[in-house]
């Protein structure tokens, strides 16, 4: 579900709860670094999203207003639904950035099912709207960075939603880029 659409977001998240169905709601903006913040705040506050975000320290997280994500948050909590970190650990997306998916462990690599390589097509869409982001200036090396960054960022976030607990299936709070079938997530739970 994008991010853009969280009011839609919050409307299917209620409505799935209202069949029954308890799904797991796996959250982009939540890195697997966090998962004891998260566990705490879930123990103390059950039904507090204030308390979560206080708890993540969504303030200082680089993501826009927590108002923004509230409602999601809100509906989750309310049907007891499991919260999962879904993005990569900050440390991890420290070592990609410096040195590529390279720098992962190889036996992570091959689970999280990164390679083979985007197609080149894909690969340079994507690369051109990495430019078009930066006006331009971004330089060659830089894009590649940031090519690799989205990609184990995407096969992370697929991985999320295949550990959510068994039961009820799971749902992704993500941006646009992240959902796209073509070269995002839905490529990486294809593979896996």
Do not use: N
Not at 83 to 108: H, W
Not at 138 to 156: F, G, H, T
Request: glycine share 6%; charged share 25%; net charge negative.
């Amino acid at each position: 579900i994008r991010d853009s659409s969280m009011g839609l977001a919050t409307q299917l998240i209620e409505g799935i709860v209202r069949t029954g169905r308890r799904p797991a709601i796996a959250f982009e903006m939540i890195a697997r670094d966090r998962a004891e913040a998260l566990a705490a705040a879930r123990a103390d506050h059950p039904a507090d999203p204030d308390a979560l975000a206080t708890a993540l320290d969504w303030a200082r997280s680089g993501w826009p207003d927590f108002a923004l994500y509230r409602p999601v948050f809100a509906a989750a909590l309310a049907a007891d639904l499991p919260i999962l970190p879904a993005d990569l650990a900050r440390s991890d997306l420290a070592r990609i950035r410096k040195g590529g998916l390279a720098a992962l462990p190889a036996a992570e690599l091959a689970r999280l099912a990164i390679d083979p390589p985007l197609p080149e097509a894909l690969r340079q869409e994507l690369a051109d709207e990495v430019r078009s982001a930066h006006c331009g200036m971004a330089p060659e090396p830089m894009v590649d960075s940031m090519i690799e960054l989205q990609r184990a960022r995407d096969a992370a976030l697929a991985d999320a939603l295949l550990a959510a607990p068994a039961g009820d299936g799971s749902a992704l709070i993500a941006g646009g880029g992240h959902v796209r079938s073509d070269r995002a997530v839905p490529l990486y739970l294809a593979r896996r």
